[in-house]
């Protein structure tokens, strides 16, 4: 890998993760994975003096990837827990699938947007090699794969996809941003095969969840 992580960079993710710690990230195992993923390797050279800022940076095919305190929210209240098979709507950039690895998810990612699913899934082959990737429509899931422990959805929805509830595990959590300009973190828990609690969580404004390839 060209990339390097050295002194320097380290000390930009601490700062990060004090900054985080302050706006309310309280789950230790999710800043510990912060701060041993590397974020800049995420990312073009041209924002990595930027990358540790609290802020979304483009990536291309309109795909951002999401800021700090975004990818620690969404973490911390999908309440990972080792060995849980997880799915992720939204690779963008890999970095969210590599926390959720780090955390010691086993990942199954999928993305829509063919260049950067090539470029991603690429790079994630050598970053986190079990971290399994997928060029796929997001609203359908991955279906042969299902049920997931936990869903996660990095892209602002109009609404919840039924067929990503469907392959939600009994007892498991799915996380979805879901609103037009703006989105409301939703977080579901399946309590039963046909029995959802919806909690309304912050505020967010995500990039849109679209259906269908590219």
């Known amino acids: 890998m060209v990339k390097k992580d050295d002194y320097h960079h380290r000390g930009m993710r601490k700062k990060m993760i004090e900054g985080l710690m ?3 990230i309280t789950n230790q195992k999710v800043m510990n994975a912060m701060m041993a993923i590397p974020r ?15 802020k979304a940076f483009p990536i291309g095919s309109d795909q951002t990837i ?6 620690a929210y969404q973490s911390q209240i999908l309440n990972v827990q080792k060995r849980l098979k997880i799915l992720e709507v ?7 699938a590599a926390i959720l690895a780090e955390l010691g998810g086993r990942v199954y990612t999928v993305e829509r947007q063919g260049k950067l699913y090539k470029k991603t899934s690429k790079f994630l082959a050598q970053f986190s090699p079990g ?10 899931g991955l279906p042969e794969f299902a049920p ?11 609404e919840i996809p039924e067929k990503l509830k469907s392959q939600l595990a009994i007892g498991g959590i799915m996380v979805i941003p879901v609103g037009e300009k703006t989105q409301r973190m939703i977080r579901i828990i399946r309590q039963a095969e046909s029995k959802f609690l919806l909690e309304k ?3 967010f404004r995500f990039v849109p969840f679209l259906k269908g390839k590219v």
């Open 22 to 24: 302050a706006k309310g």
């Open 201 to 203: 969580m912050e505020n």
């Open 90 to 96: 939204g690779t963008g950039s890999g970095y969210q």
């Open 40 to 54: 800049h390797f995420f990312i073009d050279n041209a924002f990595a003096k930027l990358i540790y800022e609290d």
């Open 66 to 71: 999401s800021a700090p305190f975004t990818v």
């Open 148 to 158: 997931f422990d936990r869903i996660i959805v990095t892209a602002g929805a109009v």
């Open 131 to 140: 971290i399994r990737c997928f060029y796929r429509d997001g609203f359908l």
